[in-house]
Each structure stands twice: as C-alpha cells, then as structure tokens.
C-alpha cells in the first residue's frame, strides 16, 4: 500500500526558510522511473508543480521558484525534504508530494499526501 | 498564468457527456503524455487518466482521454452528482523542463 505524507510548520514568517518533509511508504526511491513531486495549491486556486526529485537524484524546479527551491532524499528514510527560501505572503498554500513514475515521454502523479496548509504571516 | 488552457468552468445534467479541454503546445501536450486528476473540495487531487487515455484501476469507464496535436479532451459519460469537482490536465514541459497544470475546470452538475 502506497502512502505519502506531508509534515512541516503551520505558520512560517515572511522572509522565513519553509522545510517540508514527505514521508512515503509502499515504494521505493531508488527504483528506476520513480520519482516524487512536490505540488501547490494557494487557497481557491489552482494546482503548481514546484520541483521532482528522480530516483538518480536528478532534480528539476519550477523555473519561476528555482533561486528559492532546494529538493532532497534520504533513502534510507524514505524521505523526501522540499526548502523554500525568503516566503512571502503569496507562498501561502496547501503542499502536496506525490509519488511519480516516469519514463522520456510520460510523467504523472498516482499517488497523493493529504497535503499540509502552510499560512506565511507575521 | 498557466502556460496550459483549460476552460475555468463546465456543466451538464446528470446522464449527460461532457468534455473538458486542455490545450497547449509542442513543448508539453505536443511532446508528452496528459495526464488528468479530479479534486473535491477539501481534499487531494486524485490521478483519472494517465498516458492520455489510460485509466487506473478502480476509474469508471465513464471517464475517457484523448490528444491530438498539441490539445488534450477528458470526456464524462452519464454524468453523476458526484462527479462534481474540479479537473486538472498536467503534462511534463521540455522547454521548461517541469511540470505543468492547466488552471483547472470546475464541473458543476445541474
């Protein structure tokens, strides 16, 4: 049975570092085309691909976030840590991983956290 | 704004077909494989079609995928009151080298 699940700060100031941590089950991270993403929501709008971390610790960011983001694995955890530099206001949503096969021509998300609010307020 | 067009709303009454559009351009839809996923209110997306057309085990027949070209249609046969919720068309973006989400349709049943 496959699982993800987000953990991290509620509430992060602005200009504040933001550490999320997936913790997943049920696969693996050094299997080949496995992958896991991470996905936002800021309240009542749409879904944002932020960054994937590839089971050859590739790893590929939002080009519009890519100076903010840092994307990493523990294996040995089966974790994955997605930071977020200098928050604003606007970062405000619900955070979402999602495990990802792939392949050169297909990529997609089958398995979803329950995701977690993160609010950026003073 | 998203680089993938999706109509913001839809509709139809129960026992109907709809289709949801996403289109946009070789560098995602025209190089890559669509996904689409369906979200209700309050909780996570959850994956409907893979590879444009395929369906995870456990999705009614009732949703089907397609692409041509650089656009991509998921269709809703006899529609239901629970099939309410918005939809989303992802694809990976060579040029951009990520993801990318339409900006979503919410289906409303009359």
């Known amino acids: 049975q496959v699982t993800l699940r987000e953990s991290g700060p509620a509430l992060v100031k602005p200009t504040q570092a933001l550490t999320l941590t997936c913790t997943f089950s049920?696969?693996?991270?050094?299997?080949?085309?496995?992958?896991v993403t991470w996905i936002r929501q800021p309240p009542g709008k749409a879904l944002e691909w932020l960054a994937r971390?590839?089971?050859?610790?590739?790893?590929s960011y939002n080009t519009s976030l890519k100076t903010r983001l840092t994307i990493s694995k523990d294996t040995s955890k089966n974790q994955v840590v997605l930071t977020m530099t200098n928050v604003d206001p606007v970062d405000t949503a619900t955070y979402y991983c999602?495990?990802?096969?792939?392949?050169?021509?297909?990529?997609?998300?089958?398995?979803w956290g329950q995701g977690t609010l993160v609010t950026v307020s003073s | 704004q998203s680089v993938v067009t999706q109509p913001p709303s839809a509709s139809g009454t129960p026992g109907q077909t709809v289709t949801i559009s996403c289109s946009g351009s070789?560098?995602?839809?025209?190089?890559?494989?669509v996904s689409w996923y369906h979200q209700l209110p309050g909780t996570a997306p959850k994956l409907l079609i893979y590879?444009?057309?395929q369906r995870p085990s456990g999705v009614p027949d009732r949703f089907s995928g397609s692409k041509s070209g650089t656009s991509a249609s998921l269709a809703i046969s006899g529609l239901r009151s629970e099939d309410e919720a918005d939809y989303y068309c992802?694809?990976?973006?060579?040029?951009?080298?990520?993801?990318?989400f339409g900006g979503g349709t919410k289906l409303t049943v009359l």
């Open positions: 999602a495990r990802s096969p792939y392949s050169s021509s297909w990529y997609h998300f089958d398995y």
């Open positions: 590879r444009n057309s």
């Open positions: 049920g696969f693996s991270l050094t299997t080949p085309g496995m992958c």
């Open positions: 992802a694809a990976w973006d060579d040029r951009l080298s990520g993801g990318v």
């Open positions: 971390i590839d089971w050859d610790d590739d790893k």
């Open positions: 070789i560098s995602n839809i025209g190089s890559n494989y």
